[in-house]
């Protein structure tokens, strides 16, 4: 399976060191949308979207004030999912499923712009945006950016165990390479996506963790980022306890598998140089 790593959104945070843990306090820091084209059998795969085409309009309107303010994302169109995959050859119609994390307005903000596309996601998450439980929850997700109607396939958290993790589970017309890994914490319906690369697995963990010192033998991480973690948490215990998981087993087996963080520029940068040699 050919997998192409795609940064489909720049953010430029205030904080410095305190988000990405590089020199300098007084800088803005850089974050990215860590996203995955995977060229299969079954057509084109997207794990991600980014933030869509309508964020390099319209910032506020697609994304809010709030968040905007926060995280200061780059109105660029050519980092859009859909324009890359143009910049590679492909046709974005090829495009006929996108597995997602979870729906958070900058991991499905681009689905609007792949309507056609079947989106694959744990039901619980899908639960947490049409039924939220409190406040918090009815916040979270960008209701404009569901409006078009997505093509929802949605799955209950059962399976079958997977390097430690439990109820891991293949998915409905997608090769059996391609798993959704139960990381619930960030939301209540969080996924990590593990694809068989022949050459090794790779989980994209989307907002389980944040740095990649946070699955480091001695682990660590930002302050600034530390707080903004614990700040969007929805379930402290579960979250904890992913941590926990994908720490081991990126010391047990990171010679199988390759844990990124969906935020990470520095493991942005290495796994997409890695996949280009």
Known sequence: MRVHHLNCGTMRPLGGKLIDGRPGLFRRATMVCHCLLLETGA?????????????????????????????????????TAIAQIRALGFDPAD??????????????????????????????????FTEPRDAAERGRYRRIQFAHGPQWTSYADTGEPWFGFEAVRSLRGLPEDILLVPLSGHTRGHAGVAVDTGAGWLLNAGDSFF??????????????????????????????????????????????VSVFAAHDETEFVRLSARSRV
């Open 95 to 128: 495009v006929r499923d996108i597995v997602l994390t979870h729906l958070d307005l900058d991991h499905a903000g681009g689905l609007i712009d792949f309507p056609w596309a079947r989106v694959h996601v744990y039901a619980e998450e899908l639960r947490a």
């Open 211 to 256: 740095f990649h010192g946070q699955v480091a033998a001695d682990p660590h991480c930002p302050p600034g980022l530390k707080w903004f973690e614990g700040h969007m948490e929805t379930v402290k215990r579960a979250r904890l306890d992913n941590h926990r998981r994908l720490r081991q087993l990126v010391q047990e087996h990171g010679d199988e």
């Open 43 to 79: 057509g084109l795969v997207l794990v991600e979207t980014g933030m869509g085409t309508p964020a390099a309009v319209d910032r506020t309107a697609w994304l809010g004030a709030g968040f905007v303010r926060q995280s200061n994302p780059v109105a660029d169109p050519a980092q």
